[in-house]
């Protein structure tokens, strides 16, 4: 899912990440599995893009060996495309590209599910 750019929800400010040191902050950088942007893709500290001012749009970090992953928004619930905060108008009144009802988020799931075998 890199370089993806998708809708989320975010359903209260709280989740920010916070780091003990600049340089905590900084060893994390490598860790981080998505940020919050805006409508250009420029990464955004600010609401209502960045709903908790997470410092460089940090939206979610995942663990070096990645078993663990901590999320702030919410893909469980835009797992439908009608369920979107936002979409482009597509093919087929609004449904997913390929004509299903699934939004893209659904593709993170299926990755996880396939890196648990």
């Known amino acids: 899912m890199a370089g ?3 809708p989320i929800a975010a359903s209260h400010g709280e989740g920010r990440a916070l780091f003990a040191s600049p340089e ?3 060893a994390c950088q490598d860790h981080v599995a998505a940020r919050f942007v805006d409508n250009s893709g420029a990464v955004t500290q600010h609401f209502p893009l960045n709903s908790n001012g997470s410092p460089r749009g940090v939206a979610s970090v995942t663990a070096a060996g990645g078993r663990v992953t901590a999320i702030m928004p919410h ?3 835009v797992l439908r ?3 979107m905060p936002y979409r482009p108008e597509v093919k087929g009144g609004g ?3 390929d004509g299903s009802d699934e939004s893209p988020w659904m593709a993170m ?3 996880a599910r396939r890196w648990v075998g």
């Open 4 to 6: 993806s750019r998708i």
């Open 24 to 26: 905590d902050e900084a």
């Open 75 to 77: 893909p469980e619930r």
């Open 81 to 83: 495309m009608g369920n």
């Open 95 to 97: 449904l997913a590209e």
């Open 109 to 111: 799931f299926y990755s």
